[in-house]
C-alpha cells in the first residue's frame, strides 16, 4: 500500500502528464483517479472553475 506522500507524488505526475499533453480545461472524465483529483484540489494544485471542470492552479 502506497503511503500519503507516494499517493500524492503519484497525483502530481499525474497532472504533469495532462499539461504536458497540453490540456488546460481538465474535465473529471480526465482524472480517473478520483482520490488523485481530491488530492490535488485540496493540496491547491487545482481549482474548479464550474462543476466537473478543473484548471492547473499555480498560485499556490
Given at each position: 500500500?502506497?503511503?500519503?506522500?507516494?499517493?500524492?507524488?503519484?497525483?502530481?505526475?499525474?497532472?504533469?502528464?495532462?499539461q504536458?499533453?497540453?490540456?488546460?480545461?481538465?474535465?473529471?472524465?480526465?482524472?480517473?483517479?478520483?482520490?488523485?483529483?481530491?488530492?490535488?484540489?485540496?493540496?491547491?494544485?487545482?481549482?474548479?472553475?464550474?462543476?466537473?471542470?478543473?484548471?492547473?492552479?499555480?498560485?499556490?
Amino acid at each position: 500500500m502506497a503511503s500519503p506522500r507516494e499517493r500524492f507524488a503519484e497525483a502530481l505526475t499525474f497532472l504533469k502528464g495532462l499539461q504536458d499533453q497540453g490540456i488546460v480545461g481538465i474535465h473529471t472524465d480526465d482524472i480517473p483517479n478520483v482520490r488523485h483529483r481530491q488530492l490535488l484540489v485540496k493540496n491547491g494544485f487545482l481549482r474548479e472553475v464550474t462543476k466537473g471542470w478543473y484548471i492547473a492552479d499555480g498560485s499556490q
